[in-house]
Structure formats: C-alpha cells, structure tokens
C-alpha cells in the first residue's frame, strides 16, 4: 500500500515538473531575431540542398554561417527554440511570419526571373528583326555593282559573324538551309 501512494506521489510530481513547461532562458532570442534565423536558416539549406560543393568552396557552412551572424550559439538557439516550441501561441506567430516572409521572397524573385526572361525575349526578337530588316533592305537586281554587294556582305559580316572556311585561296561562307 505505501509502495502504491509512493508511486502516485511520484507520478504527480513528474506530471507537474513535466507539464510546467521550459523556464524562459535567460539569453533568450526574440521572436523577432528568431523569426530572421529561420528564414536565414531555410534560405540557407534550400542554397545548401541544391549546391552544397559551392557553399563549402565559399567558406559558408548552415550552422556556424547562422551563428555568426546573428552572435548566438547553438545552445542558446536550442534553449529558445524549445522554450517557443513549448508556448505554442508564439511559436505560431513566429513561423506564420517566416511562412508569410518566405512566400513574399518567392513571389519577389519570381516576378524578377520573368521579367529578366522577357527582357531576354525582347531582345532576341530585336536582333532577329534587325537582321531580317537588313536582308530584306538587300535588293539584289541587275542595277547594283559587285562592289556594292561586297559592301554589304562586310557590313552583315561586322555585325553578325559567321564561320568562314578557307578553300583553294577562296573565303567559302557557309550556307544554312531554311
């Protein structure tokens, strides 16, 4: 009978300590550095998932990189996550604010990659009307002199270069079929 009260007794000690929780560190990070490590941390492992040899070759390792910039340490990001983690009504804020900050950095460089794919569009399609505006200027009629041709030739040449083959003392151009 005392052996049962003994373990009742110990029972409720453990689910009292157990349940009250992480004390609040006394380094304790704020929510709002907190919020700025992880994102820091995630931009840091997707870099790291898709090119870890380059990250390495630069000197940036995930861990020791994060810690440094923000002066923590690796017990204390431990203490502070696990006391976040135990306050749930703050540990959702945080990462309802790293979620929101993260889709905002996607759409943002998202936005920027289409932008420079039309630019690079844009472009193309500039050169490519260029050239055919100036082969379509080239009237060769019966009017025009050889050195007029040869003039033009140059001119197209200068501009947009093709490879030439040298054949018995003669520059050969390369014809491309349509």
Known sequence: MILKRLLLL?????????????????????????????????????????????????????????????????????????????NIKDYEEIYQIVKDSLDKLKEHYTALREEERKKAEQKSKDSLDAILKKRDSIKLSKGIDSSAVFRIKDSLRKNHPLPEIEKEGKLITPVFDK
């Open 10 to 86: 110990l029972a409720s000690i453990l689910t009292i300590v157990a349940c009250s929780g992480p004390k609040k560190p006394k380094l304790l990070i704020s929510k709002k550095k907190m919020v700025n490590i992880l994102i820091d941390a995630k931009l840091i492992a997707t870099a790291n998932g898709v090119n870890k040899k380059t990250m390495q070759d630069s000197g940036v390792y995930p861990n020791t990189y994060i810690y440094n910039k923000y002066s923590i340490d690796s017990a204390q990001f431990a203490e502070s996550n696990t006391y976040y983690t135990y």
